[in-house]
Antibody, heavy 120, light 111 residues
C-alpha cells in the first residue's frame, strides 16, 4: 500500500526556521515527483511546487519561489519542506502528494497534512 | 484569486445529479487534457476522484464522471448520496513551471 505520512503539528514564532517531513512507503520513491500543496485556514488549495527524488530537481511555483525549499533523503524515502524565516502568513496546512501512477499530470496519493501555525 | 473559476456552492437532493463547472483558459484547461478533480472533507486530505479529464482511479464510484468542452471542465455526481457532501477542487496542468493550477473549490451540499 502506498502511504505518505507527514510530521506533526508545529507552532512557531515569526522569524523562526522550520522543516516538515513527508515519509513515503509502498512504491519506488526515486521515480515519482513529490508535490507540496498549501491550504490556508478556510481557503482553497495552492500548488507550491515539486521535487523529483531521483536527482532532487525542483520546480517552484512563482508564488513560493525563494520562500521555501524542497529536499529529499533517499535513504529514508522522505521528502521535506523547509522555511528559513517564517511569517504569520505561512500559517496553513501543508500537504505532500505523490505524482500519479496512471498519469504524470495528477496527484494520486496524499499525506494527511501538517498544520503550521506562526504567531508571536 | 484562483487561476480556475468554480462556483462556490452547489447542491442537490439524494438520488439527483449535480454538475460542478471549472473554467480556465487556453493556457490550462483548454490547452491540455489533464484536468483532475479532488474531494476534500473538512480537516482531511484531498482524495483524487477524476484524472485526465474523464478517468476514475480504482475505488472511486462510477457515480462520479468528468468531461471537458473548450476551456471548461465539469464534474458530475449522479445518484447523490449523503457521503458526497464535501468540497470539490478542480485542477489543470498548465505547463512545466505551473504543474497544477487549482480552482477555488465548490462546497457540495446534499439537501
Amino acid at each position: 500500500e502506498v502511504q505518505l505520512v507527514q510530521s506533526g503539528t508545529e507552532v512557531k514564532k515569526p522569524g523562526e526556521s522550520l522543516r516538515i517531513s513527508c515519509e513515503t512507503s509502498g512504491y519506488t520513491f526515486n521515480t515519482y515527483w513529490i508535490n507540496w500543496v498549501r491550504q490556508r485556514p478556510g481557503k482553497g488549495l495552492e500548488w507550491m511546487g515539486r521535487i523529483y527524488p531521483g536527482d532532487s530537481d525542483s520546480t517552484y511555483s512563482p508564488s513560493f519561489q525563494g520562500r521555501v525549499t524542497f529536499s529529499v533523503d533517499k535513504s529514508v524515502t522522505t521528502a521535506y519542506l523547509q522555511w528559513s524565516s517564517l511569517e504569520p502568513s505561512d500559517t496553513a496546512m501543508y500537504f505532500c502528494a505523490k505524482r500519479g501512477h496512471d498519469s504524470r499530470y495528477t496527484m494520486d496519493v496524499w499525506g494527511q497534512g501538517t498544520t503550521v501555525t506562526v504567531s508571536s | 484569486q484562483s487561476a480556475l473559476t468554480q462556483p462556490p456552492s452547489a447542491s442537490g437532493s439524494p438520488g439527483q445529479s449535480v454538475t460542478i463547472s471549472c473554467t480556465g483558459t487556453t493556457s490550462d484547461i483548454g490547452g491540455y487534457n489533464y484536468v483532475s478533480w479532488y474531494q476534500q472533507y473538512p480537516g482531511k486530505a484531498p482524495r483524487l476522484m477524476i484524472f485526465d479529464v474523464t478517468k476514475r482511479p480504482s475505488g472511486v464510484p462510477d457515480r462520479f464522471s468528468g468531461s471537458k468542452s473548450g476551456n471548461t471542465a465539469s464534474l458530475t455526481v449522479s445518484g447523490l448520496q449523503a457521503e458526497d457532501e464535501a468540497d470539490y477542487y478542480c485542477t489543470s496542468y498548465a505547463g512545466t513551471n505551473n504543474f497544477a493550477v487549482f480552482g477555488g473549490g465548490t462546497k457540495l451540499t446534499v439537501l
